[in-house]
């Protein structure tokens, strides 16, 4: 069973940037993030593999990184240029699956509890 703890959330202005973090308690082929927003669907919204090959939504290419270290586990996402749109509980998750980080997911074998990110305009 893969343990993952969220970090980082907060609120901030239409604009600003937030950092979140995750560490793993062990490797993972696949690591990402989804997200879940009052009402609506959960979205994926980035994913890394091992190799630090990444995917990204739509909604979110070009706003925000994932990134990870392998030797740490740890998994982060830098949000920037946020929208009102990207206020949302934010997840770390896992997957032993590598072909799982070919497209960004919404639902991986492991998941944290969650961080929330709120953006206000």
């Known amino acids: 069973q893969v343990q993952l703890v969220e970090s980082g959330g907060g609120s901030v202005q239409t604009g600003g940037s937030l950092r979140l973090s995750c560490v793993a308690s062990?490797?993972?082929?696949?690591m990402g993030w989804f997200r879940q927003a009052p009402g609506k669907a959960t979205e994926g919204v980035a994913v890394?593999?091992?190799?630090?090959?990444?995917r990204y939504a739509e909604s979110v290419k070009g706003r925000f990184t994932i990134s990870k270290d392998n030797a740490k586990n740890t998994l982060s996402l830098q949000m920037n240029s946020l929208k009102p749109e990207d206020s949302a509980m934010y997840y770390c998750?896992?997957?032993?699956?590598?072909?799982?980080?070919?497209?960004?997911?919404?639902?991986?074998?492991?998941r944290g509890r969650g961080t929330q990110v709120t953006v206000s305009s």
């Open positions: 998750a896992a997957d032993g699956r590598r072909m799982w980080c070919d497209a960004p997911r919404n639902l991986f074998g492991y």
């Open positions: 062990e490797f993972t082929p696949c």
């Open positions: 890394i593999n091992a190799e630090g090959m990444t």
